[in-house]
């Protein structure tokens, strides 16, 4: 398999299998609208196949070889205009359906990315299959446009390949360690030009075609349609033309994140493990992941969903709970926030459901952002400032902050002296780097299967520490 596909395929069978949320809300559109359509309402429920794609490559840190779309006759465009489209599948192609049996590009509503070929069928994963699903797919062929190879795309005159083998150093040339992850989620190219970073120029976006339009699913009922209340959000041309823009990502920039403005006081450093030790495994889970055995082997600490915005509590988190505590593990309870809603309302009502519970010491109080809700950075920075604010008045605790490395990076001003619990699924587990404002993490989220698999960098002693204390 080449490069490109192997680092795609590393990020996204870590999320087989995922299922939207209620009003159609995945993650993946949220972060499209965030940072590719730049705040443009309407993505965090709109169909959501080829956006999948996008935010993969992001995090894959291949993006201007994969492309950022939304729309799918575009991106299929997109690739015949890089001379990277061919009518033979192969793993690791884009795969580009048209359900009408039309087979044109215009025609274009779907898009996976081919696993492997067998029998005459292509094995692939999709994201909006059966309408909310991301999952493994067997199909023929028959409803297949063409397929696009990002291992064919061209930047600055080379492929992927072309290009590390430019920056690769000599023969007997000393390994270097690996290289922060830049603020758009590529790697920082190291090597023989470490001390004289590579940088490529940014490129603009190529202008929305005059006739773009929002992206409908006109799948057959097996893949579910959606229905068209879902696309009046993303009425107005406006945004229509927008939902083309995805177009190639700006070049991957060797450079580090810009320091805030005003820098937060750093989180003291836990002393991590000695090299060579492992580090302490545990999962997380919510109301998607019901019934998890908290006795199997292995685990060292346990996180649990409790709350979101002001009136969702999670069904299963009493049973979470008590059975985290009662496998002797290090346990924590999260709330998913929503900047939507008044922060100290969701932080008083998070400790309500987890002291009914019983709150004990050691354990972790955590805030999951990861959704904007329309607000900017600087209004997201500050309602999570609040909140934290108002869970450490309360209880005396340094709430853990979770979010995905680009996430925390564009909206952690400010929080470097909260433990940072982060998600990135394209570094190998416990090799992430903390983004600025933090100075180190305590938690690396690196996969997610049926539910998410997480290590600390801190022992269990440690890592229990960071929770709850007591009061006299």
Same mark, same amino acid.
């Given at each position: 398999?080449?490069?490109?596909?192997?680092?795609?395929?590393?990020?996204?069978?870590?999320?087989?299998?995922?299922?939207?949320?209620?009003?159609?809300?995945?993650?993946? $559109?949220?972060?499209?609208?965030? *940072?590719?359509?730049?705040?443009?309402?309407?993505?965090?429920?709109?169909?959501?196949?080829?956006?999948?794609?996008?935010?993969?490559?992001?995090?894959?840190?291949?993006?201007?070889?994969?492309?950022?779309?939304?729309?799918? &006759?575009?991106?299929?465009?997109?690739?015949?205009?890089?001379?990277?489209?061919?009518?033979?599948?192969?793993?690791?192609?884009?795969?580009?359906?048209?359900?009408?049996?039309?087979?044109?590009?215009?025609?274009?509503?779907?898009?996976?990315?081919?696993?492997?070929?067998?029998?005459?069928?292509?094995?692939?994963?999709?994201?909006?299959?059966?309408?909310?699903? =991301?999952?493994?797919?067997?199909?023929?062929?028959?409803?297949?446009?063409?397929?696009?190879?990002?291992?064919?795309?061209?930047?600055?005159?080379?492929?992927?390949?072309?290009?590390?083998?430019?920056?690769?150093?000599?023969?007997?040339?000393?390994?270097? &360690?690996?290289?922060?992850?830049?603020?758009?989620?590529?790697?920082?190219?190291?090597?023989?030009?470490?001390?004289?970073? =590579?940088?490529?120029?940014?490129?603009?976006?190529?202008?929305? &075609?005059? *006739?773009?339009?929002?992206?409908?699913?006109?799948?057959?009922?097996?893949?579910?349609?959606?229905?068209?209340?879902?696309?009046?959000?993303?009425?107005?041309?406006?945004?229509?033309?927008?939902?083309?823009?995805?177009?190639?990502?700006?070049?991957?920039?060797?450079?580090?994140?810009?320091? &805030?403005?005003?820098?937060?006081?750093?989180?003291?450093?836990?002393?991590?493990?000695?090299?060579?030790?492992?580090?302490?495994?545990?999962?997380?889970?919510?109301?998607?992941?019901?019934?998890?055995?908290?006795?199997?082997?292995?685990?060292?600490?346990?996180?649990?969903?409790?709350?979101?915005?002001?009136?969702?509590?999670?069904?299963?988190?009493?049973?979470?709970?008590?059975?985290?505590?009662? *496998?002797?593990?290090?346990?924590?309870?999260?709330?998913?926030?929503?900047? $939507?809603?008044?922060?100290?309302?969701?932080?008083?009502?998070?400790?309500?459901?987890?002291?009914?519970?019983?709150?004990?010491?050691?354990?972790?109080?955590?805030?999951?952002?990861?959704?904007?809700?329309?607000?900017?950075?600087?209004?997201? *920075?500050?309602?999570?400032?609040?909140? =934290?604010?108002?869970?450490?008045?309360?209880?005396?605790?340094?709430?853990?902050?979770?979010?995905?490395?680009?996430?925390?990076?564009?909206?952690?001003?400010?929080? $470097?002296?909260?433990?940072?619990?982060?998600?990135?699924?394209?570094?190998?587990?416990?090799?992430?780097?903390?983004?600025?404002?933090?100075?180190?993490?305590?938690?690396?989220?690196?996969?997610?299967?049926?539910?998410?698999?997480?290590?600390?960098?801190?022992?269990?002693?440690?890592?229990?520490?960071?929770?709850?204390?007591?009061?006299?």
């Amino acid at each position: 398999m080449d490069s490109i596909s192997d680092k795609l395929f590393k990020v996204i069978t870590a999320e087989v299998p995922y299922k939207e949320e209620s009003g159609g809300f995945t993650k993946y $559109g949220d972060w499209y609208g965030e *940072n590719v359509a730049k705040g443009s309402d309407g993505f965090d429920s709109a169909a959501w196949c080829d956006m999948f794609l996008a935010w993969a490559a992001d995090k894959a840190g291949v993006a201007d070889y994969a492309g950022l779309f939304a729309y799918t &006759p575009s991106h299929a465009t997109w690739f015949k205009q890089q001379g990277a489209w061919t009518s033979e599948p192969e793993p690791g192609a884009f795969v580009f359906y048209d359900w009408s049996g039309a087979g044109t590009i215009d025609g274009i509503s779907h898009v996976g990315i081919v696993e492997k070929v067998a029998d005459g069928k292509i094995y692939t994963i999709e994201g909006n299959t059966e309408g909310v699903h =991301l999952k493994r797919k067997v199909r023929d062929t028959d409803s297949v446009v063409g397929y696009g190879l990002p291992r064919k795309v061209k930047v600055d005159g080379a492929t992927y390949e072309e290009a590390m083998a430019a920056t690769a150093p000599p023969a007997g040339t000393p390994a270097t &360690p690996d290289a922060p992850v830049g603020a758009d989620g590529s790697a920082v190219l190291a090597g023989a030009v470490l001390a004289a970073a =590579l940088i490529r120029p940014h490129r603009l976006r190529p202008r929305a &075609p005059k *006739n773009a339009r929002p992206q409908r699913d006109t799948r057959p009922k097996r893949d579910a349609k959606r229905g068209a209340g879902r696309w009046r959000a993303l009425a107005g041309a406006g945004l229509a033309a927008a939902l083309a823009w995805g177009i190639p990502a700006s070049a991957m920039a060797a450079t580090q994140p810009p320091a &805030p403005t005003s820098p937060a006081p750093a989180s003291p450093a836990p002393a991590p493990l000695a090299k060579g030790v492992p580090l302490p495994y545990g999962v997380d889970v919510s109301n998607h992941d019901a019934g998890f055995d908290w006795g199997a082997d292995g685990l060292a600490f346990g996180i649990a969903k409790a709350s979101e915005g002001t009136g969702f509590t999670d069904k299963t988190f009493a049973r979470n709970w008590s059975e985290i505590k009662r *496998n002797g593990l290090v346990r924590g309870a999260y709330h998913f926030g929503r900047p $939507g809603a008044d922060p100290v309302r969701q932080a008083d009502r998070f400790l309500d459901t987890v002291t009914k519970q019983g709150l004990e010491a050691g354990d972790l109080l955590i805030l999951d952002l990861e959704v904007t809700d329309g607000r900017s950075a600087k209004e997201v *920075n500050a309602w999570a400032k609040r909140w =934290l604010e108002r869970v450490h008045d309360v209880t005396g605790v340094r709430a853990l902050f979770y979010s995905s490395w680009s996430f925390a990076q564009t909206h952690g001003d400010g929080l $470097g002296d909260y433990p940072l619990w982060v998600a990135h699924y394209g570094k190998e587990k416990g090799e992430v780097t903390a983004p600025e404002p933090w100075t180190s993490w305590a938690i690396h989220q690196y996969a997610s299967t049926d539910h998410d698999h997480n290590v600390a960098r801190l022992p269990k002693e440690e890592l229990r520490a960071l929770g709850y204390t007591v009061k006299a």
